[in-house]
């Protein structure tokens, strides 16, 4: 593999923030390894890193969401950053309708105008006090639905909205590879590839496996439906103007026939395409607050992308999996 002696590491990756307790949770747990040979474990049946599990751990002990909260939710490379924008840019639409020069998108990276709870709030042990944000707070997470269960059921507010959007899992597949050379700043070899592709196969992945992660929300989502939205990438792609108004009706914020006949919902895609945000000065340089680059978030964007890169068996191979995981579910990808 040709890693270069030390990778770019997020800190999320680490295992360097991990509490006494944390360890000895962690001496019991299955253990696995991801393609590079960092340390995964299992957790009620979802892979972390040490330091993510103890974020997770710590959310779920500390994090008490509001009724007026909303929590995007994905698998990592689901759809977060577009999901980021687009609910961002709905709920605030108001407030810069008159000054659009002014919108926070145009001068601070998504990730950074909706924080991770785990990833970047809850990390090192912080415990934040969040009521002195501005409400509605807008969270991500990439916790499976029962896992962030375990910190929103037992907030005293009733019920915050969550939304959760996800993406095919070869195209899934093929932006985290491309994500992880880029995180690393690296180059990584077909062996890594094939490496990373038998691990998704096994669900041996960060917050995998994948279709656990996505049936959690959709199971949710089917549940109750005030209150859990489910979204695919590729949906938002092919009809973007119905799903950014389903997410607003949703958000309750939904659209007037005013702002419609304005072309709100047309400037909303404008301004969250991959094509404009890619080529803002804040998102091709620098490091977002977790300390990964601004830009590699922001590659192609297409639907099929994974035709590139996967040979017809790969191809063959996740499906069937996928295909036997969701059975029975209503749950279906093109
Ligand atoms: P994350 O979970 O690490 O935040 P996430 O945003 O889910 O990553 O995934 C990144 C993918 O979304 C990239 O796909 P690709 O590798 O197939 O190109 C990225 O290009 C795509 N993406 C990011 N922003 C947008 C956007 N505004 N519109 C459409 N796609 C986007």
């Known amino acids: 593999m040709e890693v270069s002696q030390e990778p770019h590491l997020p800190n999320y990756m680490k295992d360097d923030k991990v509490s006494q307790e944390t360890k000895i949770l962690i001496s019991s747990l299955p253990p696995d390894k991801d393609f590079m040979g960092y340390g995964l474990y299992n957790y009620k049946g979802c892979w972390y890193y040490p330091n993510t599990l103890q974020a997770v751990l710590d959310v779920q002990k500390h994090f008490r969401p509001r009724s007026t909260d909303i929590i995007l939710a994905s698998l990592p490379k689901g ?6 924008s687009l609910t961002f840019a709905v709920v605030n639409r108001e407030k810069y309708r008159k000054n659009p020069q ?3 998108l145009l001068s601070q990276n998504p990730h950074d105008l ?3 709870l785990e990833i970047e709030l809850y990390t090192s042990n912080q415990t934040p006090d969040l009521s002195k944000f501005p409400s509605p707070m807008i969270f991500s997470t990439h916790m499976h639905l029962n896992t ?17 959007v996800c993406r095919g899992i070869k195209d899934t597949f093929v932006s985290g590879w ?10 990584m070899s077909q062996d890594a590839f094939e490496l990373m592709f038998d691990a998704y196969c096994r669900g041996v992945l960060l917050y995998g496996p994948y279709w656990e992660h996505v049936l959690s929300y959709w199971k949710g ?6 209150n859990i939205l489910f979204m695919k990438y590729e949906e938002i792609i092919e009809e973007p103007k119905v799903q950014v108004k389903k997410l607003a009706e949703f958000l309750n914020c939904p659209f007037t026939k005013e702002e419609e006949e304005s072309g709100s919902v047309e400037e909303i895609l404008k301004l969250c395409s991959l094509g404009n945000l890619r080529n803002l000065e804040i998102n091709k340089k620098g490091t977002t607050r977790i300390g990964i680059d601004s830009n590699v978030f922001f590659r192609k964007g297409e639907v099929g992308d994974w035709k590139n890169y996967l040979t017809p068996q790969m191809a063959k191979t996740v499906d069937e999996i996928v295909e036997s995981r969701l059975r029975g579910s209503g749950l279906i990808f093109q």
């Open 79 to 84: 759809g977060t950053t577009w999901l980021k």
């Open 102 to 104: 002014l919108h926070p």
């Open 114 to 116: 909706v924080p991770f």
């Open 148 to 164: 962030l269960h375990e910190a929103t059921t037992k907030s005293s507010s009733s019920p915050c909205k969550i939304v959760y």
């Open 178 to 187: 491309h994500y992880r050379n880029m995180l690393h700043r690296t180059k």
């Open 221 to 226: 989502s089917l549940e109750d439906k005030e």
